[in-house]
């Protein structure tokens, strides 16, 4: 049965970053069912591939991966990361092809209505919403090794390698494309140890923090 929804008055955008193995994804899932809004995470790579023309198994290999060349196109106009044109698109690496055109769709699903957004910088696309709530999960090292090797497949004796190199990867993307710093205070409005309070606690959490925020709204 599915729980009684929020009133999502305020069109409420809700950013999920998070620790690898911390249950971002399963957060995200399990709040955009209960409040009866859309859920985007890999759903992303397959709607770039269908608006970009990209082999959806190449966007697959270079997601949430940075790369070298965008700053410098940006810097120099070629490419105009607003409306992801530029004489020179396609001349870019997949990695910033990529970004480009996923930052183009969250922008589009945020103008559509609300919805749950894991990972791909959305915090930072989406920073000049008022209605976006930015939220990222962390959890201790060891729960989330036992996640990782529980409930993602990962063999116990390359739990701990993965987590951190995953990790490693979320960070340099989000740094690179953002020019922000993965994971610090500053970045979020709420941060949640996944490891404390659970999967469901989170998204209780989450949910009376944007009934709250909606509320200081009305």
Not at 157 to 166: F, G, S
Not at 186 to 202: K, M, Q
Not at 212 to 218: C, D, H, S
């Given at each position: 049965?599915?729980k009684r929804?929020?009133h999502?008055?305020?069109?409420?955008?809700?950013?999920?970053?998070?620790?690898?193995?911390?249950?971002?994804k399963?957060?995200?899932?399990?709040?955009?069912?209960?409040?009866?809004?859309?859920?985007?995470?890999?759903?992303?790579i397959?709607?770039?591939a269908?608006k970009?023309?990209?082999s959806?198994?190449?966007?697959?290999?270079?997601?949430?991966?940075?790369?070298?060349?965008?700053?410098?196109?940006?810097?120099?106009g070629?490419?105009n990361?607003?409306t992801?044109?530029?004489?020179?698109?396609?001349?870019?690496?997949?990695n910033?092809?990529?970004?480009?055109?996923?930052?183009?769709?969250?922008?589009?699903f945020?103008?559509?209505?609300?919805?749950?957004?894991?990972?791909?910088?959305?915090?930072?696309?989406?920073?000049?919403?008022?209605?976006?709530?930015?939220?990222?999960?962390?959890?201790?090292?060891?729960k989330?090794?036992?996640?990782?090797t529980?409930?993602?497949?990962?063999?116990p004796?390359?739990?701990?390698?993965?987590?951190?190199?995953?990790d490693?990867?979320?960070?340099?993307?989000y740094?690179?494309?953002?020019?922000?710093?993965?994971?610090?205070l500053?970045?979020?409005?709420?941060?949640?140890?996944?490891?404390?309070?659970?999967?469901?606690?989170?998204v209780?959490?989450?949910?009376?923090?944007?009934e709250?925020?909606?509320?200081?709204?009305?």
């Open positions: 049965m599915r929804g929020i999502m008055s305020n069109n409420t955008i809700i950013t999920i970053g998070r620790q690898y193995g911390s249950g971002g399963a957060i995200g899932e399990q709040l955009s069912k209960e409040l009866g809004i859309p859920f985007y995470d890999k759903e992303l397959a709607l770039a269908e970009s023309g990209m959806a198994d190449l966007l697959k290999e270079v997601d949430e991966r940075a790369s070298n060349s965008l700053l410098y196109s940006l810097s120099t070629m490419v990361l607003h992801g044109t530029g004489p020179t698109l396609y001349n870019l690496p997949m910033d092809r990529l970004f480009i055109v996923q930052a183009d769709l969250i922008k589009q945020a103008k559509e209505g609300p919805c749950v957004i894991v990972g791909r910088c959305a915090d930072y696309i989406l920073r000049e919403n008022p209605d976006l709530v930015r939220v990222f999960i962390h959890a201790e090292l060891e989330r090794i036992q996640r990782a529980t409930e993602y497949g990962i063999s004796e390359k739990a701990e390698d993965t987590v951190h190199k995953i490693k990867k979320r960070a340099s993307y740094n690179y494309y953002s020019s922000r710093k993965w994971g610090h500053e970045n979020y409005d709420l941060c949640i140890n996944s490891g404390l309070i659970g999967i469901d606690g989170a209780k959490l989450i949910r009376q923090f944007v709250l925020k909606e509320g200081l709204g009305r």
